[in-house]
């Protein structure tokens, strides 16, 4: 059997018992090692599963995922995900190959960004889209994520904004050159990410992002016990670079469609109440209480 | 402490570890049992957790979080949820009433239905916002839903339908009388939530949904190993009514941001494969190799 295992969040407790016992009976066990990261290094997975992880790099899962599958026939091969199996491609890939060589395969779901977002307090339902943002480099602003928050944003909802992470990649020069020497591994701060969509909105001007007028809500380590929930406006969140602390982190643009109750929720968490009131009272046109 | 904890999907195996260490320590123990449920009875969590189970209806969530929080700034309390407890608005309320209390509160997550979605092989990205389908009664026909879906349509999106559990219902004729006589447990199924839609479309007429143009997949039970995933126009998954066996049914409405990926993925589960990709090529313009 093929196990392809959600792994959840933080770390090596929020794998399910069922992904556990699933584990446990692996003849091979793989860690993708990509898409995400969890808040704990290999080795601390590795000693509560009483078993070593071979890690898996987006170069072995794209070309070598014969080699992965080898055996599965027989005995159990493990996939081991961060958040759930489903939210990357590649692993769709994975599966389809799995189906074609007759090898059967589960999948054990978990938690993923995607759904414990909610933690912010704004309503799953309330969400449009969920958008990536990745690192502008000097040439290279890819701003058609602008367009997926704009059609959000028209119907009133709110957008989850996913921050790019880079894991084992290569300047251009090593790239170029063919040389396999890696960069360290990167990971977009929500700060960062309000330069860049604040960049766009300054190329594109269709006044779907404002500094001052446009909530958010960044969350780091989300699921874990050091978890960080911080609302405020665009322009708040971008000074506010020491509250949320190392990776990961996410950031949710809050849409329209903004209920009372959420505001109260959220308010908690805001860099400055009065203030995220009065946006969310006379920009948001939210009936609040006094 | 008041632990909010997401078990998962299927059965008492699906919490994940951090879930049930937090479920061992706690003093009392609540069970949500009105916004969704497991596939298991109350009994068998009870004999894997080694202890008794309140079984917590909306009434009780509603109007008496008080004596659920009852001493939880002391002693360890859990309150368990299907799913991710951020599904249902009033977990949300609960969370608020902890604070006010200045009750500490974790929230350990879990898979949902809004993520585990993913494994019908559509990428999560191209979601637009959930909707909810009540049962229709004769009366009654709520269909706001059908501008949600409209919504997602007309940005290529698809859209994750929930259905409707009836769990602890009174009659009309009972709750106007008072008697707290409750009905039979409903879920509603896959070939019900389409007569319904293709209702509200016959009624609207804005030609959202079409029985033979439009392409949905249902899942039953997803997450567990009865999980059924079935692909088709909305007219053949109408007539599939055997197929998807007992609750727990949801629905998605493929939105025409349909990738050649997903195509293949879904195919395996179609009902009619030449069909299934026809509709693809020729109605969602998706370019398929032949």
């Known amino acids: 059997m093929f196990y392809v295992i959600g792994l959840g969040l933080a770390d090596e407790k929020d794998i399910t018992v069922r992904g556990l016992e699933a584990v446990r009976s692996c003849r091979r066990l ?5 898409t995400s990261m969890l808040l704990v290094p290999k080795e601390q997975l590795e000693a509560f599963y009483g078993t070593k992880l071979i890690v898996a ?15 599965a026939k027989d005995v159990d091969v493990g996939f081991l995900v961060v958040g759930d199996p489903f939210g990357a ?3 769709t890939d994975l599966l389809l190959r799995a189906r074609a060589l007759g090898v ?13 977002i909610g933690a912010c307090g704004l309503q799953l339902y309330n969400f449009g889209q969920a958008v990536s943002l990745v690192f502008f480099t000097e040439n290279w602003k890819p701003d058609s994520y602008y367009d997926r928050i704009k059609e959000n944003s028209e119907l009133g909802l709110h957008t989850l904004v996913l921050l790019d992470i880079k894991v084992k990649e290569q300047s ?11 960069e360290p591994p990167r990971y977009m701060s929500i700060p960062l990410a309000v330069d860049q969509l604040l ?9 779907v992002l404002s500094a001052k007028e446009t909530l958010a809500i960044g969350m780091s380590r989300v699921g874990s016990s050091k978890q960080r929930i ?10 506010a670079g020491d509250i949320f602390g190392p990776p990961l982190h996410s950031l949710v643009i809050v849409g329209k469609r903004l209920h009372p109750l959420e505001v109260d929720y959220a308010e908690e968490s805001a860099i400055n109440k009065a203030e995220w009131r009065r ?6 046109g939210c009936r609040l209480d006094e």
């Open 230 to 239: 911080v609302a405020g406006t665009l322009e708040e969140l971008q000074g």
């Open 172 to 182: 251009e020069e090593n790239l170029a050159r063919g040389r396999k020497i890696y």
């Open 104 to 116: 059967p395969s589960r999948v054990i779901h978990n938690a993923s960004i995607m759904n414990a």
């Open 30 to 34: 793989y860690l993708e090692a990509y």
């Open 199 to 207: 960049y766009t909105e300054t190329q594109r001007q269709q006044r």
């Open 57 to 71: 790099d987006r170069d072995m899962v794209e070309t070598e995922s014969d080699a992965i599958l080898e055996g």
């Open 89 to 91: 491609t590649t692993h």
């Open 279 to 284: 946006v969310a009272q006379q920009v948001y």
